[in-house]
């Protein structure tokens, strides 16, 4: 039986936090449908119902949902090559409804499988990212857009070219608002005055700050004042007429074209795993840890796509850095992800001139605030702490997704881990012990639970190195599974080497399914007096020389 939330029980904490969301989430609505080609209002329409609807409709306490930075490549080739965005709003149809079907065949369970260490480095990576692309903003340079999360920008620079851009675009008034939101910023987590004003979010005292200071800046006619090119930019219609004319509705007639089903896939395969990892991802900053259905999710995501594409939206995910800012900021329920998207919806309609005024360099203090959070230098000592099987995977995760994106970050973790759990198999496969004695040597191979084809060389060279007129007991009281390939080896080693070279075997503790016969001193169907001897026998010390065999 599921249980019932109170969506109001947290309202204060929440309230609070939601306006932080919104406030982060509007300049990335903005630059997200800029850099992939699309109408500037189809981002706030996805973030609008990433917030209300996916917020409503999912199980996660922390997610927040709208356009990602993930999709631009894809939404700007796809727009350009269907010809227009109407044509493509179907194809984003169709991705709502494949993600549907996913969450109906339960396929959000892959998420289950991402390694801690993998998502910890994404994480991480992601705040070095955002450190990483906010510097400039903070510097008065904006010639990337707001919330780009790739090496490579669209304008031929890469993140640390921007960098060193820097130091050509100095714009002294945003380093003086980024540097006394900074302050704010800190200083209400610390101060014990600020703390007691919990009602009041930090981020909202810096924007408020930053925009009263911009406009004294602009009225004492200071060489500090920022440009309207370095302030939000939210479009502005004068009328009913220009505001019904901002929302495209899909062109049905693509269904007929095979491009769009193309781009339909795609867009629901690349949106699905961007927000399992996340799902995953805001799991793990939950202090309370509580686990979302990710099948839900998925459905979630799939009816948001659809109402999106209805209305001109771009296509959204789950996203990492509002869902950090969300976690910061002091969520406690869903209930903040839906006033975000409610605060989008309203401001949007009755005050864009006044969130036009906001300086980038106050938002980019509060994403600093963000990155730093989820890239701690404590992160990094603790996976160093735990050793290389769980700081390289989390090293080479960060690295990559930093270095390249998301999905190939996070790909190129998993396959090093993988390469991990099999080097660990291929340890653990079977104990080997040598007991001397005068007349020969007793050999004991017992295999593990679990024996695989990826174990045969390891067992075959061991096989190889037994010496000449020695005694071989190779024992199967544990295994559960022994694949074909090393029963193969084992019965060729029996039939073949071992009369060649004198050497004595006894097979104990092989099933009859696995068609070798035990020495007769043994019975193929294991009882329970044998598992009791085997226990019996792991517990007895004897005087030999023990080798881990290891590959």
């Given at each position: 039986m599921t249980k019932?939330i109170?969506l ?6 929440d309230?609070?936090?939601g306006?932080?969301?919104?406030l982060?989430?509007l ?8 850099a992939?080609?699309a ?5 706030i329409i ?6 209300i609807?996916v917020?409503?409709?999912?199980k996660?306490?922390?997610?927040v ?6 999709l631009?490549a894809?939404?700007l ?5 269907l010809?227009a965005f109407?044509?493509?709003?179907t194809?984003v149809?169709?991705?709502?409804i494949l993600q549907l079907a996913?969450?109906?065949i ?10 801690t260490?993998?998502?910890?480095g994404?994480?991480?990576g992601?705040g070095i ?7 400039p ?5 904006d ?9 490579l ?5 890469n993140?640390?070219?921007s960098?060193?851009g ?7 008034g ?7 939101s ?6 209400w987590d610390?101060?014990p ?20 200071l911009?406009?004294?800046f602009m009225v004492?006619g ?13 479009p502005v219609?004068?009328?009913l007429?220009?505001?019904?004319e ?6 049905f007639?693509?269904f007929?074209?095979p491009k769009?089903?193309v ?5 629901a395969?690349?949106?699905s795993?961007e927000?399992l ?7 793990r ?6 686990f979302t259905d990710t ?9 948001g796509?659809i109402?999106s ?13 509002r869902?950090?800012a969300?976690n910061?900021a002091?969520a406690k329920?869903?209930m903040?992800?839906i ?5 989008l ?22 994403l ?7 890239a701690?230098?404590a992160?990094f000592?603790h ?6 099987y769980?700081f ?7 690295a990559?997704?930093?270095l ?10 998993m ?10 198999n291929?340890k653990r496969?079977?104990s ?16 593990a639970?679990e024996?695989s ?6 067992i075959?060279s061991?096989?190889?190195?037994i010496?000449e ?5 190779i024992t199967?009281?544990d ?7 090393i029963l193969?080896?084992?019965h ?8 060649e070279?004198n050497i004595k075997v ?8 696995y068609?070798?016969?035990n ?11 044998h598992i009791?001897?085997a226990?019996?026998r792991?517990?007895?010390?004897k005087?030999v ?7």
């Amino acid at each position: 039986m599921t249980k019932k939330i109170n969506l109001f029980a947290n309202l204060k904490s929440d309230f609070a936090s939601g306006l932080v969301v919104f406030l982060v989430a509007l300049p990335l609505c903005l630059g997200i449908a800029m850099a992939s080609g699309a109408p500037l209002f189809s981002g706030i329409i996805s973030g609008v119902i990433g917030g209300i609807v996916v917020g409503y409709l999912s199980k996660s306490h922390l997610s927040v949902s709208g356009p990602a930075a993930g999709l631009t490549a894809i939404i700007l080739t796809a727009i350009t090559d269907l010809g227009a965005f109407d044509v493509f709003l179907t194809a984003v149809f169709i991705a709502g409804i494949l993600q549907l079907a996913l969450g109906f065949i339960k396929a959000g369970s892959i998420s289950n499988y991402f390694p801690t260490n993998v998502i910890e480095g994404m994480l991480a990576g992601i705040g070095i990212i955002i450190i990483l692309k906010q510097l400039p903003h903070a510097f008065g340079y904006d010639n990337d857009f707001e919330g780009d999360q790739s090496f490579l920008q669209s304008d031929g620079q890469n993140t640390f070219s921007s960098l060193l851009g820097i130091f050509d675009y100095i714009q002294m008034g945003s380093i003086i608002i980024t540097a006394l939101s900074l302050i704010i910023l800190i200083s209400w987590d610390k101060v014990p005055f600020f703390k007691r004003l919990k009602l009041v979010p930090g981020a909202l005292v810096a924007v408020v700050v930053g925009v009263v200071l911009n406009e004294m800046f602009m009225v004492s006619g200071s060489s500090f004042a920022i440009a309207k090119e370095h302030l939000v930019s939210l479009p502005v219609p004068t009328s009913l007429e220009e505001f019904s004319e901002i929302i495209v509705t899909p062109n049905f007639s693509g269904f007929m074209n095979p491009k769009v089903w193309v781009v339909g896939l795609t867009i629901a395969i690349v949106a699905s795993i961007e927000t399992l990892l996340c799902i995953e991802a805001a799991d793990r900053m939950d202090a309370k840890k509580r686990f979302t259905d990710t099948n839900v999710e998925l459905k979630a995501q799939g009816v948001g796509n659809i109402l999106s594409s209805l209305l001109g939206g771009l296509p959204m995910t789950s996203v990492v850095v509002r869902t950090s800012a969300n976690n910061n900021a002091g969520a406690k329920s869903k209930m903040s992800a839906i006033i975000h998207g409610v605060l989008l919806l309203i401001s949007v309609v009755t005050i864009p001139f006044m969130l036009n005024k906001i300086p980038l360099a106050t938002l980019a203090a509060i994403l600093l605030m963000v990155g730093y959070k989820l890239a701690k230098p404590a992160t990094f000592i603790h996976f160093w702490q735990k050793g290389k099987y769980q700081f390289v995977p989390f090293i080479a995760t960060l690295a990559a997704v930093v270095l390249t994106d998301l999905l190939k970050g996070v790909a190129l973790g998993m396959i090093i881990s993988i390469i991990f759990i099999l080097k660990g198999n291929l340890k653990r496969a079977y104990s080997f012990k040598k007991e001397v004695y005068e007349d020969g040597d007793v050999i004991h191979i017992d295999l593990a639970q679990e024996v695989s084809f990826l174990n045969k060389a390891a067992i075959k060279s061991t096989l190889n190195d037994i010496p000449e007129n020695s005694k071989v007991i190779i024992t199967a009281y544990d295994t559960v599974y022994v694949a074909h390939d090393i029963l193969d080896l084992i019965h060729d080693f029996k039939t073949t080497k071992a009369k060649e070279d004198n050497i004595k075997v006894k097979l104990k503790g092989f099933k009859k399914a696995y068609e070798l016969n035990n020495s007769d001193d043994t019975p193929n169907n294991v009882t329970v007096e044998h598992i009791y001897d085997a226990a019996k026998r792991k517990m007895v010390k004897k005087e030999v020389l023990t080798d881990e065999i290891s590959n």
